[in-house]
C-alpha cells in the first residue's frame, strides 16, 4: 500500500470515529435532556409552590410581550391607547346569521322597527334566550320590556335615574352589579340586561302575578294603576313572540275591555207579591198599571194591579 493509500484509509477511519462518536453524544444528550425534563416535571408536580411561581413568571413574560405589542401598536397609529389592541373583543356585537332561525328574525325585525344595528341586538336576543332559559322566563317578554323602556340605547337615563337598557334603578340595585365590577356595568348592555332580569323575577314573587310584577318593576305599586305600563309590554311581547314563531308580520294583540266601563245591564222587573205572574214596572204617568192575570182555567182577564211592582236596575 503507497504512502497516499494509507493517508486515505486514515482519514476514513479518524472521520467514522468522529461520526461516531457525534452521534453517541447526541444520544446520551438527548437522554440527559429527557432525564433533566421528567425531574424538573415531577419537581412541579410535587411542589405546589414552585409550580406556582412559575406560573406568575410565565405570565408576567406573556403580560409583557402583550404590552410591547400595543405599544408598537400605538406607536403606529399614533394613538396612546394601547387598548385598541383589544377593541373588536370588546365591541358587543356578532353576526346574526350566526343565531339560530327564530333568534336571527327576532333581532332583525327589532333591528328594522327601532332602528338598531342588528349586529349588536344579536346578542342581546340571544342572551335574553339564554338567561331566559335559565330564570323560566320567556325571553321575548325580557325583549319587550327593553323595547319599551329604553328601546335598545344602552346608555338611556330617565330623570329619576333609571339606567342602560332595562332602565334599572341603578343606586337602588347597586348591590347586584357588585358581581359585575361596579355600578358602572350598569351602561354594559349584557349585564344590565342580567340585572334587569333580577329585578324582575323579584318584582313578580313579590305581587305574585306577571301583570303585577310589571306594576312593581315600574314603581307603580302603590298607585292605582300604571299607566298601560304592562299593557304595552305585553303587546310588545306578543309581538315579538309571533316573530320568534315564524311570522314575518305580526298582528296586533286583540284589544280587552277596559276594566272601568260597565256593561249595560236592562232594568229587570221583579214581580208583584200577591200575583205568581210577572208584572211589568209602571209607567211614570199613570198611578195604575194593567196586569194580566191567569185563571185556573187559563182564561185571561184584566185589572187594576193591587201592588206595585219594583224595578232594579243590575250592573257589575
Known amino acids: 500500500m503507497t504512502a497516499s493509500a494509507k493517508v486515505a484509509a486514515g482519514a476514513r477511519s479518524l472521520g467514522s470515529t468522529l461520526a461516531h462518536g457525534i452521534v453517541a453524544m447526541a444520544h446520551n444528550s438527548l437522554a440527559l435532556v429527557g432525564l433533566l425534563v421528567a425531574f424538573c416535571a415531577l419537581t412541579l408536580f410535587s411542589r ?93 317578554l325580557i325583549l319587550a320590556i327593553m323595547a319599551v323602556e329604553s328601546s335598545f340605547n344602552p346608555f338611556a337615563q330617565s330623570s329619576v335615574g333609571a339606567q342602560g337598557l332595562m332602565q334599572v334603578m341603578t343606586k337602588i340595585h ?87 266601563a260597565k256593561a249595560s245591564v236592562p232594568a229587570v222587573t221583579m214581580p208583584a207579591v200577591q200575583n205568581k205572574a210577572p208584572v211589568p214596572a209602571a209607567p211614570a204617568d199613570s198611578a195604575t198599571a194593567t196586569v194580566a192575570l191567569v185563571d185556573k182555567a187559563g182564561a185571561a182577564t184584566a185589572q187594576p194591579a193591587k201592588t206595585e211592582s219594583t224595578t232594579v236596575a243590575m250592573g257589575s
Open 48 to 140: 405546589a409552590d414552585l409550580r406556582n411561581a412559575g406560573e406568575d413568571y410565565l405570565r408576567t413574560w406573556l403580560q409583557a410581550r402583550q404590552e410591547s405589542a400595543a405599544d408598537a401598536v400605538a406607536d403606529s397609529t399614533g394613538s396612546t391607547d394601547a387598548s385598541i389592541i383589544a377593541a373588536v373583543d370588546r365591541a358587543t356585537a356578532t353576526n346574526p346569521q350566526q343565531l339560530p332561525k327564530n333568534q336571527a328574525a327576532v333581532a332583525y325585525w327589532l333591528a328594522k322597527k327601532y332602528r338598531v344595528a342588528p349586529e349588536p341586538l344579536a346578542v342581546l336576543v340571544s342572551e335574553a334566550f339564554q338567561v331566559g332559559k335559565e330564570t323560566k322566563l320567556d325571553p321575548t
Open 174 to 260: 347597586t348591590d347586584k352589579y357588585e358581581h359585575f365590577g361596579g355600578h358602572f356595568a350598569a351602561f354594559d348592555p349584557v349585564t344590565n340586561l342580567r340585572v334587569g332580569v333580577k329585578v324582575l323575577q323579584e318584582c313578580i314573587q313579590r305581587a305574585g302575578s306577571l301583570e303585577g310584577g310589571l306594576k312593581y318593576y315600574v314603581g307603580a305599586a302603590n298607585l292605582p294603576d300604571d299607566g298601560g305600563y304592562a299593557a304595552k309590554v305585553m303587546a310588545e311581547h306578543f309581538r315579538i313572540k309571533q316573530v320568534a314563531n315564524g311570522r314575518s308580520n305580526p298582528a296586533e294583540p286583540a284589544a280587552k275591555p277596559s276594566l272601568s
